[in-house]
Nanobody
Framework: QVQLVESGGGLVQPGGSLRLSCTAS????????MGWHRQAPGKQRELVAH???????NYADSVKGRFAISRDNAKNTVYLQMNSLKPEDTAVYYC????????WGQGTQVTVSS
């Protein structure tokens, strides 16, 4: 069973930045399109960014131009650089494959507030 461990969240002021990390316990990490998902209070979980095994990326309109997803296949790790954060980015952030085939990890809380 693949385990996902997210880290890097916290409390940040509007306009600030955070970098999230997620490590997956699988030797086949490099084969998968990986995604960052988030769930805000009272809302459904949504996919905000994904990156293919070859490094192609795609973003939700709400984060395009502010967030950047990357991966290090040697470390089984996917990253999410978040800049120009807004209060509406407040959510628990999770990684998984883009199609969500593994059990969810614990997520990491991101709170954007002054």
């Amino acid at each position: 069973q693949v385990q996902l461990v997210e880290s890097g969240g916290g409390l940040v002021q509007p306009g600030g930045s955070l970098r999230l990390s997620c490590t997956a316990s699988t030797s086949r990490f490099n084969f998968y399109t990986m995604g960052w998902h988030r769930q805000a209070p009272g809302k459904q979980r949504e996919l905000v960014a994904h990156i293919t095994s070859s490094g192609s990326t795609n973003y939700a309109d709400s984060v395009k131009g502010r967030f950047a997803i990357s991966r290090d296949n040697a470390k089984n790790t996917v990253y999410l650089q978040m800049n120009s954060l807004k209060p509406e980015d407040t959510a628990v952030y999770y990684c998984n494959t883009a199609s969500v085939i593994w059990p969810w990890g614990q997520g990491t809380q991101v709170t954007v507030s002054s």
